[in-house]
Every structure is written in structure tokens, then in C-alpha cells.
């Protein structure tokens, strides 16, 4: 399976999210993870029984959390690490961590860290296109099928507000 690209702008009604969930029997890499829609999307992927990376920026915020869904949803279904996305070394460091956690290939990547600044456009345009970009060559790197991957899905995520 080739590495799929998705690129979507939603917003997230709780009537959508109490739905049955869908079998995601999958390893998934969710940046952003620590809070609101990648929370979110991390307890989706856990309810249909996939494996979850959480990964964000505010490192206490994602380690509770996970604590919270391990709880919930068992030990060894959900980890946390700490990623900055406009870090490439950081996000190697955790690609390889989160295929360790796996024991095998990430399969879907939903690059979902995002921020919304009126003062400070640098900062914005660096994790909102720069973390984005670098997150998505890296799972094309590592996934695709031309590269040696098994293939893969690739989800970009943003909010209404950021708009």
C-alpha cells in the first residue's frame, strides 16, 4: 500500500465523536496529542483498538494524559514523547522511539500540532507549515513503499479557530 495523504479541516462535534468506533486495528503517530482535537483523536484510535504515539510540545499535559487513557484503555496501548514539530533530530528521535513502543512500522501519521498567533506569524508559520512538512517527509521517508515501508496513511489535521 503507497503512503496516502489526506489533508483535513473539521470541526469536532461530540455527537461525531460518541459514534461506535471503526476497527483502526493500527499503529498511529498523533502530534499535538496532549489536548483537544489530537486528545481526541487519540481516544478514537484507542476505542477502535489501535496502538497510539501521543506526541506534543507541552510534555506535563501529554504525560497525564496518557496516564489517564492507560488507565482506561490498558498499558501498552498508549505512550507519550515529547516533540517540538519544528525539530527535525527530535522528530527522528521519536519516529524511532514510537517504532520501538510498536514493535514494528508507524502505519498512519495524523500530523495534528497546530497553533494560532496574532502576534507572532514566525512561530505560526514554523509548526503550523514548517512541523507539518518536516513530519510528513519524514512518514514518506519511513512508510513509503518506494523507501522499503509497508505503506501508510498520512492525515493533516487543522482547526476552524486557526483559520
Same mark, same amino acid.
Given at each position: 500500500?503507497?503512503?496516502v /495523504?489526506?489533508?483535513?479541516? %473539521? ?16 499503529? %498511529? ?12 483523536? #487519540? ?5 477502535? @483498538?489501535?496502538?497510539?504515539?501521543m #506526541? ?6 501529554g ?9 482506561? +484503555?490498558?498499558t ?6 515529547h ?14 522511539e514510537?517504532?520501538? +513502543?510498536?514493535?514494528?512500522?508507524v502505519?498512519?501519521?495524523?500530523? @495534528?500540532? =497546530?497553533? %494560532?498567533?496574532? !502576534?507572532?506569524w ?8 514548517? =512541523?507539518?512538512? !518536516?513530519? !510528513?517527509m ?12 509497508? =505503506? =501508510?496513511?498520512? %492525515?493533516? !489535521?487543522?482547526? /476552524?479557530?486557526?483559520?
Amino acid at each position: 500500500m503507497p503512503v496516502v /495523504l489526506f489533508t483535513l479541516i %473539521f470541526r469536532v462535534h461530540h455527537s461525531v465523536l460518541d459514534r461506535q468506533p471503526q476497527n483502526m486495528n493500527r499503529n %498511529f503517530f498523533i502530534t499535538g496529542a496532549a489536548q483537544g482535537i489530537g486528545l481526541q483523536l #487519540t481516544r478514537r484510535a484507542l476505542l477502535g @483498538n489501535g496502538r497510539v504515539v501521543m #506526541t506534543d510540545l507541552a510534555k506535563e499535559e501529554g504525560e497525564k494524559a496518557m496516564k489517564e487513557l492507560e488507565k482506561e +484503555f490498558g498499558t501498552g496501548k498508549v505512550c507519550f514523547i515529547h516533540l517540538d514539530v519544528r525539530d527535525e533530530e527530535m522528530w527522528r528521535a521519536a519516529w524511532d522511539e514510537a517504532e520501538k +513502543f510498536f514493535g514494528g512500522q508507524v502505519e498512519v501519521l495524523m500530523n @495534528n500540532a =497546530g497553533l %494560532f498567533s496574532r !502576534t507572532n506569524w514566525k512561530l505560526m508559520l514554523d509548526v503550523n507549515l514548517g =512541523g507539518l512538512a !518536516t513530519g !510528513t517527509m519524514i512518514a514518506m521517508e519511513r512508510m513509503g513503499v518506494s523507501r522499503g515501508g509497508k =505503506g =501508510g496513511l498520512i %492525515f493533516q !489535521t487543522a482547526s /476552524l479557530a486557526a483559520l
